[in-house]
């Protein structure tokens, strides 16, 4: 499956973005859908999952300020970003992580697809 991250830009602190990810392929519905971040000099961290049991997961930094969605008649993964802060300035990455899941849904290694990411610059 191929990823296209969007919708990143330049936004001021208590601003708001939405990521998309539009996936190729015809099994999207069938994978558990992340969004990660990588800031410079920094490693690449977990920031919210949506499995396909409807369950969503999130990184304790943007619980009530993000919000994970999906379409899948779409095919496309949504990460809505409210009351940004200059905190949350990176590289934005989608992924996607095939059936059968392990559980390690903040790991990295979890993830067999990537987008290329889009980079979200939050000024103070």
């Known amino acids: 499956v191929q990823l296209q991250a969007s919708g990143g830009g330049l936004v001021q602190a208590g601003g708001s973005l939405r990521l998309s990810c539009a996936a190729s392929?015809?099994?999207?519905?069938?994978?558990?859908m992340g969004w990660f971040r990588q800031a410079p000099g920094k490693e690449r961290e977990f920031v919210a999952v949506?499995?396909?049991?409807?369950?969503?997961y999130y990184a304790d930094f943007v619980k009530g300020r993000f919000t994970i969605s999906r379409d899948n008649a779409k095919n496309t993964a949504y990460l809505q970003m409210n009351s940004l802060k200059p905190e949350d300035t990176a590289v934005y990455y989608c992924?996607?992580?095939?059936?059968?899941?392990?559980?390690?849904?903040?790991?990295?290694?979890?993830?067999?697809?990537w987008g290329q990411g889009t980079q979200v610059t939050v000024s103070s």
């Open positions: 992924a996607a992580d095939p059936p059968p899941y392990s559980g390690s849904y903040s790991r990295v290694a979890e993830y067999d697809y």
């Open positions: 392929g015809s099994t999207f519905s069938s994978y558990a």
């Open positions: 949506f499995r396909t049991s409807g369950i969503r």
